[in-house]
Structures are given as structure tokens and as C-alpha cells.
């Protein structure tokens, strides 16, 4: 958040309220914040390490997990001899949660959704509430209206508010701008990605499709595939290398792009 909070005022900080700012401009500043923290090129944006902020310190998650009510300490646990608080189950999603997020398909989905968000929160909700630019319509003629758009200018003054209600309503869920019934847009929107729908493909088949359930406080796994005795090796496995990885992926836009047709 610091880093965040420090970008935005080295390239937010030159302006003036009381200045006008054009559509334009506002998006390159904007863009311009994204790139400090998400990278400015593809390489940058892979290299960047999400994981720390969405995951704890391995030193940390015992601590985090029991704080948050989801595992408790064994009494048989001890100083001098320590049983393992996390359950193997948790484990492996824990570990292959941090796969996920590490790989470069996450950083790909990832950029894609904060572009549609941003195009939400710029294109739309600034425009229409800050510029006063009448919503896009599928008539060509609402179309024409909004030609030089870019060119239309309000006060600096003016879009702060409205970056503040659409923080708040981000937060919250609802908010100023927001149609109740529909619920969350900025979700919606993010929800639209189609590449997030793929991701989301591979981690549906990843292999907790084949782990059983616990049985008197131990964990039985079956077969699974990229291990000695696999049973089912068409299914996708995450732990089983980047290949294994790259096919669920593309079988997931396969099926995407045979559904949309």
C-alpha cells in the first residue's frame, strides 16, 4: 500500500486541483501509475512478485491460520514435541495455490482483469460522472457524439471525489454509481475476462479432484496424475511440471473459444 500511495503522489502530486485535465491526459497519468507497480513490459509484469501480498510468510501462516479461526493448535502439540498444525490438505492448497499465483498465466490474467477494471473506472465511470460524457450506446449515432471526447476537460477537483466513490464503492461492493440490482460492476467486469474464465479451468482439474476425504485424522490421496501409478493421465496436473501446466491452459481456451462460437 506504501508503495502504492508513494507512486501515486510523484505522478498525481505535479497537478493543480484547480487545473483542467483532459480525458486523455488523466489515462496516460493513470497508465502511467500502473506501470510503476504492475511493470511496464510483459518480462517486468512476469517477474513481479504477487505472492507476498496474497499470501503470509511461511514463518507466518501457523500464526495467521489459527488468529483467523480456521486450524487450532493439538493438545498433544508441544514445545518438545511439535505435531504439525496445518493439515496435509491445507497444505498442498497452500502450496499450490503459491504455484498458481506464481506462474506467468496468473500475471497475464491479472493484468487483463485490472485492464478491464481500469477501463471501467476511466472510460465509463469518469467520463460519464467527472467529464459529463453521455454513456456509449450501440447506436452509431451516440458514437458520433462522443467523437473528440478526449479533448474534453474538467477540473482536477472535480475527479477526485469520484475516484473516492469509486474506491469506496470498489471496497464495499456498492456504492455511488452503482446499480444495486446488478451488484458489484467492477466484479462483472473482471467476471467478462474471458482468459480468467480459462484460468480458473485449471484450477478446477487440479488434483484435488483426486484427493479423499479425510479418514480418523488422516488424509488418503488416490492416483493421481505425474506420479507413479496414475490412473487417469488425461486430466491436467499442476505438480506435474510446466508442460502439464501449459496444456491445461490451452485445453481451458479451447473449450472457452468452442463455447463461444
Known amino acids: 500500500?506504501?508503495?502504492?500511495?508513494?507512486?501515486?503522489?510523484?505522478?498525481?502530486?505535479?497537478?493543480?486541483?484547480?487545473?483542467?485535465?483532459?480525458?486523455?491526459?488523466?489515462?496516460?497519468?493513470?497508465?502511467?501509475?500502473?506501470?510503476r507497480i504492475e511493470g511496464a513490459t510483459k518480462e517486468e509484469r512476469v517477474s513481479k512478485s504477487w505472492l507476498r501480498y496474497l499470501l503470509p510468510p511461511l514463518d507466518q501462516e501457523e500464526h495467521l491460520l489459527r488468529e483467523s479461526g480456521m486450524i487450532s493448535l493439538p493438545v498433544e502439540a508441544t514445545s518438545s514435541n511439535p505435531v504439525p498444525v496445518i493439515p496435509p490438505s491445507l497444505r498442498r492448497l497452500?502450496?499450490?495455490?503459491?504455484?498458481?499465483?506464481s506462474s506467468p498465466h496468473f500475471s497475464h490474467v491479472l493484468t487483463l482483469c485490472l485492464d478491464a477494471s481500469f477501463s471501467l473506472l476511466i472510460d465509463n465511470k469518469l467520463a460519464t460522472l467527472a467529464f459529463k460524457i453521455p454513456p456509449i450506446s450501440q447506436s452509431t449515432q451516440r458514437i458520433q457524439e462522443i467523437v473528440g471526447a478526449e479533448e474534453v476537460r474538467a477540473k482536477v477537483a472535480n475527479c477526485l471525489p469520484v475516484f473516492c466513490r469509486q474506491a469506496h464503492a470498489i471496497g464495499s461492493g456498492g456504492g455511488v454509481g452503482f446499480d444495486t440490482a446488478q451488484g458489484n460492476e467492477y466484479l462483472a467486469a473482471v467476471e467478462s475476462v474471458r482468459e480468467l474464465e480459462a484460468f480458473a479451468a485449471v484450477v478446477y482439474s487440479s488434483n484435488f479432484e483426486f484427493e479423499a476425504p479425510e479418514i480418523e485424522g488422516s488424509t488418503v490421496y488416490v492416483s493421481r496424475p505425474g506420479t507413479a501409478g496414475a490412473v487417469e493421465p488425461e486430466q491436467p496436473s499442476l505438480d506435474s511440471g510446466t508442460l502439464a501446466f501449459e496444456k491445461a491452459w490451452g485445453n481451458a481456451l479451447v473449450k472457452e473459444e468452442s463455447g463461444a462460437a
Do not use: C, Y
Not at 508503495?3 to 485535465?21: Q, Y
Not at 497452500?94 to 499465483?101: F, H, K, R
Open 94 to 101: 497452500l502450496d499450490e495455490t503459491s504455484d498458481l499465483i
Open 1 to 35: 500500500m506504501e508503495a502504492v500511495i508513494d507512486v501515486v503522489k510523484e505522478v498525481f502530486g505535479p497537478l493543480n486541483p484547480r487545473e483542467e485535465i483532459t480525458m486523455e491526459r488523466l489515462g496516460q497519468l493513470t497508465l502511467e501509475v500502473r506501470r
